[in-house]
């Protein structure tokens, strides 16, 4: 059985930094592209950033220079850190694992930006 589990959302003031979990079971993790997706309230699900399994990152124009994904592959784990947050970061944070024959996703974790 496949799991991905989220933590370490929260309720963060502006300029505050949060550190996020991805921790997966079932899945061979160091095969799958690993990446965070957010949704605001009536928004689309957007990608936040993503790493390959080579450790090739990618990320969203608006997280650029604040946020840092990461991942350890002895604990099966994908992290995202979020630094000089901001409240149009507030949103549900998904985690995401991905090969070419599909995907898989966690519950997802809420992200609150606000004074």
């Known amino acids: 059985q496949v799991q991905l589990v989220e933590s370490g959302g929260g309720l963060v003031q502006p300029g505050g930094s949060l550190r996020l979990s991805c921790a997966t079971s079932?899945?061979?993790?160091?095969?799958?592209?690993m990446g965070w997706y957010r949704q605001a309230p009536g928004k689309q699900r957007e990608l936040v950033a993503e790493i390959a399994p080579g450790g090739t990152t990618e990320y969203a124009d608006s997280v650029k220079g604040r946020f840092t994904i990461s991942r350890d592959n002895a604990k099966n784990t994908a992290y995202l850190q979020m630094n000089s947050l901001k409240p149009e970061d507030t949103a549900v944070y998904y985690c995401n694992a991905k090969r070419s024959w599909g995907e898989y996703w966690g519950q997802g974790t809420q992200v609150t930006v606000s004074s």
């Open positions: 079932g899945i061979t993790f160091s095969i799958y592209t």
